[in-house]
């Protein structure tokens, strides 16, 4: 592995480490500049495209969550584990990790992240991120 390579992974693992900051902290301007513009964003049986409509995604997030459970989260933790990077080329590269989410109930909920990523400009960006759960806490705010 070469230098840029390394540097490449290095970015990548930021890229992550930011949506999921941004994200829990609600700061979505910030977190749409992590997406490409054409960016598809895939969750449960739904794709949002674009950064519009992602941002829209995301500022619904504490509506959607009082609906399933018996309150809206007082707030969300996003942790990543076992982060494989693997780059196609100099601007392209795919991802996948587990994902578990802390909230008032502890362990809330919990899947993987497959991801696309391709460097725009010299930054690397999500391409594509596809969201799977693979299960959530009864009592998780966000079980429908």
């Not at 960016?39 to 739904?46: S, V």
């Not at 309150?71 to 080329?89: E, F, N, S, W």
């Not at 994902?99 to 109930?105: A, H, Q």
């Not at 969201?131 to 429908?144: E, G, I, K, W």
């Amino acid at each position: 592995m070469d230098v840029p390579q390394l540097l490449a992974r290095e970015a990548i693992r930021d890229l992550v480490a930011r949506y999921n900051a941004y994200g829990d902290s609600g700061l979505f301007d910030p977190m749409m500049d992590l997406f490409t513009t054409d960016a598809a964003l895939e969750l449960e049986d739904r794709t949002y495209r674009g950064r519009d409509d992602i941002r829209a995604m995301f500022a619904s997030v504490p509506e959607r969550s009082s609906e399933g459970g018996t309150r809206p989260p007082a707030y969300l933790r996003h942790c990543t584990a076992t982060h494989q990077i693997d780059l196609v080329d100099d601007d392209h590269a795919t991802g996948r990790c587990y994902f578990s989410v802390l909230s008032s109930i502890g362990l809330d909920h919990w899947g993987r992240y497959l991801d696309g990523y391709r460097r725009v400009d010299g930054a690397w960006r999500f391409a594509r991120r596809r969201v799977l759960v693979d299960d959530l806490h009864p009592d998780s705010t966000f079980r429908r």
